[in-house]
């Protein structure tokens, strides 16, 4: 398997700190890629999107396999520590309290993807020309377009459109959406922050995607785009592109970190 990776994350251009975290890590035979959004004030937030990458990323370091079902549980499994360990942290500590974060977490391998997902960050792709969000928002909004009472574009400019119904630390116990799917060469997979999502529509998303720029100078136009709608958020980005499929890695396709 040969990949094309970049990633990047911004304060934005109101908060005074970034409370995402991300992670990228890949070579020969799988990549795992996390993008977590904290929340719960004044350092709060950090703490627990740093933890929650680093646990998920700790947890999965030895997954080598993604294509098997005991990928599909290990990635639950990496969520759900995740959440044991900031939701007892907050317990313990008072300046913690009412701190979670969301968590999207890409695997790949073996000519397939496994995605482990919280909260109102998000995962897309773009495939042969169609772009579609693989993952779904665990937010008001989205419950609210699920029940036919808001159109998305109605949710997407609702006074509640950063309202999560579920996050990874908030409770004593969360489930995590598992996704699966299989890799194609020439995928272009993103994985982002809502400080992105929010600020740049899906179809300028798709552009630049289809730009045909290197995914380091995608991640930097998406960031610079997001700044220039007025950077609400903290905007994190990372673009996997799917050079070349192997059912079982062999080797001899190095992955790339690109600049």
Do not use: W
């Not at 360990?85 to 913690?96: G, S, V």
């Not at 673009?239 to 079982?248: I, R």
């Amino acid at each position: 398997m040969q990949l094309s990776v970049a990633a990047g994350t911004d304060v934005g251009r109101i908060r005074a700190g970034n409370e995402d975290s991300l992670y990228a890590d890949a070579d020969q035979e799988r990549g795992l890629f996390i993008v977590a959004d904290g929340m719960g004030g004044h350092a709060a937030g950090e703490v627990a999107s740093e933890m929650a990458v680093q646990i998920v990323a700790r947890e999965l370091t030895d997954v080598r396999e993604p294509a098997t079902t005991g990928a599909r549980q290990r990635m639950a499994e990496a969520l759900k520590s995740a959440n044991r360990a900031i939701y007892e942290r907050t317990i313990q500590e008072a300046d913690k309290q009412g701190m979670g974060t969301t968590a999207s977490c890409l695997l790949m391998g073996q000519g397939c993807y496994v995605i482990g997902h919280i909260g109102d960050s998000r995962v897309y792709r773009l495939r042969d020309g169609i772009f579609s969000q693989i993952t779904k928002d665990h937010s008001y909004v989205q419950e609210q377009v699920d029940a036919g009472f808001l159109t998305p574009e109605q949710a997407r400019y609702h006074p509640y459109s950063n309202v999560i119904t579920r996050c990874v630390g908030a409770n004593a116990a969360v489930e995590a959406d598992v996704l699966t799917g299989e890799l194609q060469a020439g995928d272009l997979y993103l994985v982002a922050s809502d400080g992105l999502t929010g600020m740049v529509e899906d179809p300028q998303l798709k552009k630049i995607l289809e730009s045909k720029q290197t995914p380091g100078r995608m991640v930097d136009t998406m960031i610079t785009e997001a700044n220039r709608r007025g950077g609400l958020d903290n905007i994190t980005a990372i673009v996997v592109q799917v050079v070349k499929v192997t059912g079982v890695a062999t080797g001899e396709m190095p992955a790339i970190l690109a600049p």
